[in-house]
Protein backbone atom coordinates (compact mmCIF):
# COMPACT_ATOMS: atom_id res chain seq x y z
CA UNK A 1 0.00 0.00 0.00
CA UNK A 2 1.44 3.46 -0.88
CA UNK A 3 1.52 6.41 1.65
CA UNK A 4 0.79 9.48 1.19
CA UNK A 5 2.62 12.61 2.07
CA UNK A 6 1.13 15.23 3.34
CA UNK A 7 3.60 18.67 4.76
CA UNK A 8 2.38 18.40 8.34
CA UNK A 9 3.19 22.05 8.74
CA UNK A 10 0.26 22.28 6.67
CA UNK A 11 -2.12 20.66 8.94
CA UNK A 12 -0.62 22.09 12.43
CA UNK A 13 -1.23 25.51 10.92
CA UNK A 14 -4.85 24.82 10.14
CA UNK A 15 -5.30 22.92 13.65
CA UNK A 16 -3.73 25.87 15.23
CA UNK A 17 -6.02 28.34 13.12
CA UNK A 18 -8.65 25.97 14.78
CA UNK A 19 -7.54 26.00 18.62
CA UNK A 20 -7.17 29.93 18.41
CA UNK A 21 -10.81 29.84 16.78
CA UNK A 22 -12.06 28.03 19.75
CA UNK A 23 -10.24 30.21 22.48
CA UNK A 24 -11.84 33.06 21.03
CA UNK A 25 -14.97 31.59 21.30
CA UNK A 26 -14.71 29.96 24.69
CA UNK A 27 -12.06 31.53 26.53
CA UNK A 28 -10.39 28.57 27.13
CA UNK A 29 -8.19 26.18 25.66
CA UNK A 30 -10.15 23.20 24.17
CA UNK A 31 -10.18 19.51 25.92
CA UNK A 32 -9.83 16.55 24.42
CA UNK A 33 -13.36 15.80 24.34
CA UNK A 34 -14.26 19.39 22.72
CA UNK A 35 -15.07 18.94 19.01
CA UNK A 36 -12.86 20.55 16.36
CA UNK A 37 -15.45 21.42 14.31
CA UNK A 38 -17.42 23.44 16.98
CA UNK A 39 -20.92 25.72 16.03
CA UNK A 40 -19.51 29.17 16.21
CA UNK A 41 -23.47 29.65 17.47
CA UNK A 42 -23.46 28.07 20.68
CA UNK A 43 -22.64 29.28 23.91
CA UNK A 44 -20.76 25.88 25.01
CA UNK A 45 -18.68 24.17 22.35
CA UNK A 46 -20.80 21.50 20.76
CA UNK A 47 -20.69 19.61 17.34
CA UNK A 48 -21.80 21.53 13.98
CA UNK A 49 -24.68 19.91 12.52
CA UNK A 50 -24.36 17.15 9.93
CA UNK A 51 -24.97 19.62 7.10
CA UNK A 52 -22.27 22.51 8.69
CA UNK A 53 -19.99 19.60 9.29
CA UNK A 54 -20.30 18.33 5.66
CA UNK A 55 -19.33 21.94 4.70
CA UNK A 56 -16.69 22.19 7.01
CA UNK A 57 -14.44 18.97 5.85
CA UNK A 58 -15.25 20.10 2.29
CA UNK A 59 -13.74 24.05 3.18
CA UNK A 60 -10.88 22.02 4.85
CA UNK A 61 -10.08 19.62 1.82
CA UNK A 62 -10.38 22.93 -0.58
CA UNK A 63 -8.09 24.88 1.97
CA UNK A 64 -5.43 22.12 1.45
CA UNK A 65 -6.14 21.74 -2.30
CA UNK A 66 -4.93 25.00 -2.39
CA UNK A 67 -1.64 24.22 -0.57
CA UNK A 68 -0.79 21.55 -2.89
CA UNK A 69 -2.11 18.24 -1.08
CA UNK A 70 -2.55 15.44 -3.28
CA UNK A 71 -6.04 15.49 -5.13
CA UNK A 72 -6.92 12.32 -3.72
CA UNK A 73 -6.10 13.23 -0.25
CA UNK A 74 -8.57 16.17 -0.67
CA UNK A 75 -11.25 13.64 -2.33
CA UNK A 76 -10.89 11.45 0.55
CA UNK A 77 -11.71 14.09 3.09
CA UNK A 78 -14.69 15.27 1.47
CA UNK A 79 -15.59 11.43 1.08
CA UNK A 80 -15.34 10.68 4.50
CA UNK A 81 -15.15 13.41 6.87
CA UNK A 82 -11.85 12.46 8.22
CA UNK A 83 -8.43 13.12 7.32
CA UNK A 84 -5.37 10.81 7.52
CA UNK A 85 -1.56 11.17 7.83
CA UNK A 86 1.42 9.85 8.99
CA UNK A 87 1.09 11.67 12.17
CA UNK A 88 -2.23 10.64 13.02
CA UNK A 89 -3.04 7.67 11.24
CA UNK A 90 -2.15 5.10 14.65
CA UNK A 91 -5.35 7.29 15.96
CA UNK A 92 -7.86 5.99 13.40
CA UNK A 93 -10.17 2.84 13.93
CA UNK A 94 -9.69 0.09 11.53
CA UNK A 95 -13.33 1.19 10.39
CA UNK A 96 -11.54 4.89 9.07
CA UNK A 97 -8.93 3.91 7.51
CA UNK A 98 -10.62 1.42 5.46
CA UNK A 99 -13.07 4.08 4.30
CA UNK A 100 -9.92 6.22 4.21
CA UNK A 101 -8.07 3.65 1.59
CA UNK A 102 -10.89 2.83 -0.30
CA UNK A 103 -11.65 6.67 -1.10
CA UNK A 104 -7.84 6.60 -2.31
CA UNK A 105 -8.67 3.85 -4.72
CA UNK A 106 -11.63 5.15 -5.61
CA UNK A 107 -10.52 8.12 -6.94
CA UNK A 108 -7.69 6.80 -8.49
CA UNK A 109 -9.46 4.02 -10.19
CA UNK A 110 -12.08 7.14 -11.52
CA UNK A 111 -8.36 8.65 -12.56
CA UNK A 112 -7.66 5.94 -14.98
CA UNK A 113 -11.15 5.98 -16.19
CA UNK A 114 -10.94 9.49 -17.30
CA UNK A 115 -9.77 10.29 -20.81
CA UNK A 116 -6.30 12.27 -20.73
Known amino acids: MQRIRVRND ?3 NAMEARRQEF ?5 REPK ?3 PVWFDPDK ?4 DLSA ?4 KAWNEFAESLAWKGTPPEVCYAVRKT ?12 SESNMAK ?3 AIREYK ?3 LKRPQ
Open 10 to 12: EIL
Open 23 to 27: IAKFG
Open 32 to 34: ATD
Open 43 to 46: DTPV
Open 51 to 54: EDDR
Open 81 to 92: GIYVSESNHLLH
Open 100 to 102: WHE
Open 109 to 111: DAS
